[in-house]
């Protein structure tokens, strides 16, 4: 990925560019676009959407011939015929309970927005947290200036996505409010059919502004259609503005026959500080791309990392920081726990050019495997031409201990219960970073399980 290029929407002069022999290059991908962009919009969307159809129709998806995909095989998504998600029911029991508090939940089942189970009172003055078509007077408008603006916007997936909006979760937080509790938003997978559904998120937070945000992707299909694989393709957008700060926890637990390929990306400006607290349970296969802008100096970037996958499961994870202004600081750490015949993909670069002088970047990727047929592909990437910077970045890959083990057995701990002790302390350490006391104890219990 070229994190220099303008994130710019699709242009038409990038299309005009193409030659027209290279159109529905993909016969599947085509299959694809057509199902999920149906249904016509109007006005500037409608432009945006058509824009984005005609890149994909150039498009292919990837395989494991291209270095960015070499670990994670998409042919087992080609071999599913999949219908467009519709509306389902759901029940309030169905829905994790609102964290802290929070008087903000937005929720969508297979991508359609259901206000009956959403709840947004009390905001802050001027907080929006609506979707797309509930958006207040004027709010339109200023959407457009970013739904679709980020940077990585011709990635097959995610101009798929965008090809195929209709509805999305906005949230947005106007200068120097500060959000107390954590908007929630939950995104929900039913229904018994093999599905696709495109959940896309907004989240815009203006100059001063403080904002927690809660990202969930669960499974509520039910045992009778256990055996029928759903695509989840999901897009988030978040534009951090000058001095704003955003804390960001994205949970993904699917079933386990879904496929979910996941994009955010995030602009910040200068001043700005994010954190991004990823949780990967769930599906068959996953795939999650964070990308990071950074477009004025000193600013501050997080990124705390667990995925916890057994069974034949499949987890990816590509992250990309460009560090592209003076004094930016950004750490990262990533850990995956593997067990049975799975196998965890972590890819981290970080971007450091000439311009970003006094750049503090440091990344680690630590990896614990539970079994002997257990696999993880790690690289952690640092590219960097300025001359003044403080980097580092680095891997380990380990097993349970013997003598760890047996430490904790002579102390009176049985085997089993030796081994979950120890799994859950090296979970733990990025589980405590997540700033919503009710969504640690839940993730806790979730390790305590595995």
Not at 94 to 122: C, K, M, Q, W
Request: a negative charge.
């Amino acid at each position: 990925m070229n994190m220099q290029v303008s994130p710019s929407a699709i242009a038409n002069s990038d299309i005009v560019k193409l030659s027209s022999t290279l159109l529905d290059r993909d016969v599947y991908l085509t299959g694809l676009l057509d199902k999920v962009s149906s249904n016509q919009t109007e006005g500037w969307l409608q432009e945006v959407k058509e824009r984005a159809a005609s890149w994909v129709r150039h498009s292919v998806i990837p395989n494991t011939r291209e270095e960015e995909w070499r670990f994670t095989d998409l042919s087992a998504l080609r071999q599913v015929e999949f219908q467009v998600g519709t509306q389902s029911t759901v029940s309030g029991d169905d829905i994790p309970p609102l964290p802290e508090a929070s008087n903000s939940r937005l929720v969508f089942v297979n991508g359609v927005y259901a206000p009956e189970l959403s709840v947004t009172t009390d905001l802050p003055n001027g907080v929006i947290v609506s979707n797309l078509a509930g958006l207040p007077e004027g709010y339109t408008e200023k959407v457009q200036q970013y739904l679709a603006q980020s940077e990585g916007a011709l990635e097959v997936f995610t101009a798929l996505n965008t090809a195929g909006i209709n509805d999305a979760a906005v949230v947005w937080i106007p200068k120097n409010v500060v959000v107390e509790t954590p908007v929630h938003l939950v995104f929900i997978a039913a229904g018994k059919q093999s599905t696709i559904s495109q959940p896309r998120c907004l989240v815009v937070g203006e100059t001063g502004s403080q904002v927690s945000l809660v990202e969930e992707y669960i499974n509520r299909r039910g045992a009778e259609s256990a055996e029928e694989p759903y695509f989840t393709n999901a897009v988030t957008e978040i534009f951090v503005g000058e001095n704003a700060q955003v804390n960001h926890t994205r949970i993904e637990s699917e079933g386990v026959e879904a496929f979910h390929i996941g994009k955010t990306a995030v602009t910040q400006a200068r001043y700005s500080r994010y954190s991004c607290h990823v949780i990967t349970l769930g599906g068959n296969l996953s795939r999650h791309n964070l990308e990071i802008l950074q477009t004025g100096e000193q600013t501050e970037t997080t990124l705390n990392g667990l995925t916890m996958i057994d069974g034949k499961q499949v987890a990816d994870t590509h992250s990309a920081i460009a560090l592209n202004h003076p004094y930016g600081t950004s750490r990262q750490l990533h850990k995956c726990i593997v067990g049975g015949k799975a196998h965890g993909v972590f890819n981290g670069k970080v971007f450091v050019p000439k311009p970003a002088q006094l750049t503090d970047a440091g990344q680690l990727n630590r990896n614990l495997l539970l079994s002997p047929q257990a696999r993880v592909d790690t690289k952690p990437q640092l590219e960097i031409t300025a001359d003044n910077v403080k980097c580092a970045h680095g891997a380990t890959v380990s097993q349970l201990e013997d003598d760890e083990i047996f430490y904790l057995q002579s102390r009176g701990i049985d085997e089993d219960n030796a081994r979950n002790l120890l799994i859950h302390a090296f979970a733990v350490e990025i589980i405590n970073h997540i700033p919503v006391p009710s969504l640690r104890e839940r993730l806790i219990q979730t390790v305590n399980q595995f």
